[in-house]
């Protein structure tokens, strides 16, 4: 089982503020994983005190793509967190790689790669803007998470599904127009960059989530 918590997103819930970019935690029973860290870093810290969340307790942290909004709270993580492991597309600038590896331990990502014990890696996806998102395995299916999904619905869940059948998806579905690729799915958690969140919840108004600060989901 996967609890995932949402962190930082550009809508939040009474209790949170809402900001530009996405961050989210996972957790199992034996790894604590944070993906993306949002822009603004002390907010990211606050939100997760609020969530009662320890920054130390983090392990790994998996950055999507080279965006502000998905990387700009990363010297306040490594700051409360040093020596964590950072799995980054290997396409990332060389200089942000090498500050990186000054206060962390840097893994740079190419293809696909189990992270974790049912975390895989799709490995370093598109053309304009690398990328990277997460295929959560429950063994019983699985469950894909992305930052903006600028390489395309396509190329994720065509990666993805080689491990298996495809439950659900959530995080930032940015401009995709390939709705027919959700079809199928038992859970459309949209959020941060989604362009078409109000069609996507029309069409599949039994499976949409909003996504939010303070979500949590527990996938299995
Ligand atoms: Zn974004
Ligand atoms: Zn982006």
Same mark, same amino acid.
């Given at each position: 089982?996967?609890?995932? $918590?949402?962190? /930082?997103? +550009?809508?939040?819930?009474?209790?949170?503020?809402?900001? *530009?970019?996405?961050?989210?935690?996972?957790?199992?029973?034996?790894?604590?994983?944070?993906?993306?860290?949002? *822009? %603004?870093?002390?907010?990211?810290?606050?939100?997760? @005190?609020?969530?009662?969340?320890?920054? $130390?307790?983090?392990?790994?942290?998996?950055?999507? !793509?080279? !965006? *502000?909004?998905?990387?700009?709270?990363?010297?306040?993580?490594?700051?409360?967190?040093?020596?964590?492991?950072? /799995?980054?597309?290997?396409?990332?600038?060389? +200089?942000? @790689?090498?500050?990186?590896?000054?206060?962390?331990?840097?893994?740079?990502?190419?293809?696909?790669?189990?992270?974790?014990?049912?975390?895989?890696?799709?490995?370093?996806?598109? %053309?304009?803007?690398?990328?990277?998102?997460?295929?959560?395995? $429950?063994? +019983?299916?699985? /469950?894909?998470?992305?930052?903006?999904?600028?390489?395309?619905?396509?190329?994720?869940?065509?990666?993805?599904? &080689? /491990?298996?059948?495809?439950?659900?998806?959530?995080?930032?579905?940015? %401009? +995709?127009?390939?709705?027919?690729?959700?079809?199928?799915?038992?859970?459309?958690?949209?959020? &941060?960059? $989604?362009? !078409?969140?109000?069609?996507?919840?029309?069409?599949?108004?039994? @499976?949409?989530?909003?996504?939010?600060?303070?979500?949590?989901? %527990?996938?299995?």
């Amino acid at each position: 089982m996967f609890r995932l $918590t949402v962190i /930082y997103d +550009n809508r939040a819930n009474q209790d949170f503020t809402a900001s *530009w970019g996405f961050a989210a935690l996972i957790e199992t029973n034996r790894e604590t994983l944070l993906f993306d860290t949002g *822009w %603004d870093g002390p907010l990211l810290l606050r939100h997760m @005190k609020k969530l009662n969340i320890d920054p $130390t307790r983090i392990r790994k942290l998996v950055l999507s !793509h080279q !965006h *502000w909004d998905h990387i700009g709270g990363l010297p306040e993580i490594l700051q409360a967190n040093p020596g964590l492991e950072v /799995y980054v597309p290997a396409s990332f600038s060389e +200089n942000l @790689k090498r500050e990186i590896e000054k206060r962390a331990i840097l893994i740079e990502i190419r293809e696909p790669v189990e992270i974790s014990q049912g975390i895989r890696s799709t490995g370093e996806l598109g %053309d304009r803007v690398k990328e990277q998102a997460l295929i959560l395995d $429950t063994g +019983n299916g699985s /469950y894909v998470l992305t930052g903006c999904a600028h390489p395309g619905l396509a190329a994720i869940l065509d990666t993805a599904s &080689h /491990y298996g059948k495809v439950k659900g998806i959530l995080g930032g579905l940015h %401009d +995709n127009e390939e709705f027919e690729r959700l079809g199928g799915m038992e859970l459309i958690a949209a959020g &941060h960059c $989604t362009a !078409h969140r109000e069609k996507i919840k029309e069409i599949f108004p039994a @499976k949409f989530v909003e996504i939010e600060v303070g979500l949590r989901v %527990d996938l299995e």
